[in-house]
């Protein structure tokens, strides 16, 4: 039976989703072409009536995944951690053991990233697309912007963010089944640095750190009348 356009089109669009979701899942390595069509519900010839070779499926696969906003993780906080909004909430849910645990339905930069430094090439080129994206986005989120674009101290914020957030996720699987304690410890780590307040509770903490406080002074001073 002959196959409709429209039919063709969601042939491709299954494709494309179900090489993002496990690519991003078990690496580039680690997935066939047999995987994909599989897991789309379709043969194995199939793949190719809609793509050139495995690199081009690739290439859109990736940048299909690196669609990927972090609000689809609203709602994905650690369990325990109260209720949060805006910038705290999305960091929160980022360093989630939910986002952890489910890769294949996360963030394609900590899941693809050292692959595509190693392919380099094309495969480079769309991560490195992605990236400025996501960064251009997080910076306006840093910002209070709902469009136009970001101030450089925010984008240089959000570069510092980002790369932890990346790094922290990918630490945190990394250990997951070896150490989950460790793993765990990491996002509680991070999550709490990067959604403490910075400015108001700074020279308490200092004063902390040191072993003095105001109310030492004054006892000293009391003592010494």
Same mark, same amino acid.
Do not use: D, F, P
């Given at each position: 039976m002959k196959v409709t356009k429209a039919q063709? %089109?969601?042939?491709r669009q299954g494709i494309l989703d179900a090489a993002a979701r496990l690519y991003r899942e078990?690496?580039?390595?680690?997935?066939g072409v047999a995987d994909i069509t599989r897991d789309a519900g379709?043969?194995?010839?199939g793949l190719y009536r809609h793509f050139e070779n495995k690199d081009a499926l690739v290439r859109e696969a990736c940048a299909r995944a690196l669609e990927w906003s972090m609000a689809s993780l609203d709602g994905m906080c650690a369990p325990g951690d109260p209720a949060q909004t805006?910038? $705290?909430?999305?960091?929160?849910n980022y360093l989630s053991p939910q986002h952890r645990d489910h890769p294949g339905e996360?963030? %394609?930069? $900590? %899941?693809l990233a050292v692959d595509a430094a190693r392919a380099g090439g094309g495969l480079s080129e769309v991560l490195s697309q992605g990236i400025e994206r996501n960064i251009e986005r997080f910076a306006r989120l840093v910002e209070?912007?709902?469009?136009?674009h970001p101030s450089p101290?925010?984008?240089t914020q959000a570069m510092h963010?980002?790369?932890t957030m990346v790094g922290g996720l990918v630490l945190a699987r990394a250990t997951v089944a070896a150490n989950p304690a460790l793993s765990d410890e990491i996002l509680t780590t991070l999550r709490e640095h990067l959604t403490a307040p910075t400015e108001a509770a700074a020279p308490q903490s200092r004063q902390r750190r040191s072993g003095v406080t105001r109310q030492d002074h004054a006892s000293g001073k009391a003592a010494r009348k």
């Open positions: 063709s %089109a969601e042939n078990r690496g580039l390595s680690g997935v379709l043969t194995h010839g805006g910038l $705290a909430a999305k960091v929160s996360g963030c %394609a930069v $900590a %899941a209070g912007l709902e469009k136009g101290e925010s984008r963010m980002l790369a």
